[in-house]
T-cell receptor
Framework: EAGVAQSPRYKIIEKRQSVAFWCNPI?????LYWYQQILGQGPKLLIQ????????DSQLPKDRFSAERLKGVDSTLKIQPAKLEDSAVYLC?????????????FGPGTRLTVT | TQLLEQSPQFLSIQEGENLTVYCNSSSVFSSLQWYRQEPGEGPVLLVT?????EVKKLKRLTFQFGDARKDSSLHITAAQPGDTGLYLC???????FGSGTKLNVKP
């Protein structure tokens, strides 16, 4: 069974530029999560989708971050414009459903460096 | 507000040593998971414990859930370099992962 796929693995941009990350969850997983992990810290939830609907985006900085999961499968996370403090690893995870949110499968992450 | 604490924050040991890391919460867990995140990778689920007092073993790893379901420990016997990583016990009621315990096992 294929795991959670993310691309790109690494991205370097200048502040005020925009960037997009892509995630393909495990086939059949209805729930998808985006996390931000700053160096030395644990992951912080940004947004949670159930199929193509948003369950929780309370910690998403909506003035610059956006995410979508239009067909309930793949998802894209965008940052526009990027700030220096956005430098982090962005992790995507999926689970079978909301009731299985404790058993998440994570992708390898995208390491973003903002200069 | 639930407080989640993991200790120690950092641990550096030699291969073959034993170690224990702890997870403590101010509130009750309905269930508790331990994840390990290796450098450059996403976290991987190691175990789920549900019942107070429960003990689960995964090869050299022993997980114990406190009787009151507010705390847990992870004991590693004869640590190996492959055990190196960040150990997390997230609170999924609030999707809070905390900072975890960063373990480095030196060969």
């Amino acid at each position: 069974e294929a795991g959670v796929a993310q691309s790109p693995r690494y991205k370097i941009i200048e502040k005020r530029q925009s960037v997009a990350f892509w995630c393909n969850p495990i086939s059949g997983h209805a729930t998808l999560y985006w996390y931000q992990q700053i160096l030395g810290q644990g992951p912080k939830l940004l947004i949670q989708f159930q199929n193509n609907g948003v369950v929780d985006d309370s910690q998403l900085p909506k003035d610059r971050f956006s995410a979508e999961r239009l067909k309930g499968v793949d998802s894209t996370l965008k940052i526009q414009p990027a700030k220096l403090e956005d430098s982090a690893v962005y992790l995507c995870a999926s689970s079978l459903g909301l009731a299985d949110s404790y058993e998440q499968y994570f992708g390898p992450g995208t390491r973003l460096t903002v200069t | 507000t639930q407080l989640l604490e993991q200790s120690p924050q950092f641990l550096s040991i030699q291969e073959g040593e034993n170690l224990t890391v702890y997870c403590n919460s101010s509130s009750v867990f309905s269930s508790l998971q331990w994840y390990r995140q290796e450098p450059g990778e996403g976290p991987v689920l190691l175990v789920t414990v549900v019942t107070g007092g429960e003990v689960k073993k995964l090869k050299r790893l022993t997980f114990q859930f406190g009787d009151a379901r507010k705390d847990s420990s992870l004991h590693i016997t004869a640590a190996q370099p492959g055990d190196t990583g960040l150990y997390l016990c997230p609170d999924f009621n609030k999707f809070y992962f905390g900072s975890g315990t960063k373990l480095n096992v030196k060969p």
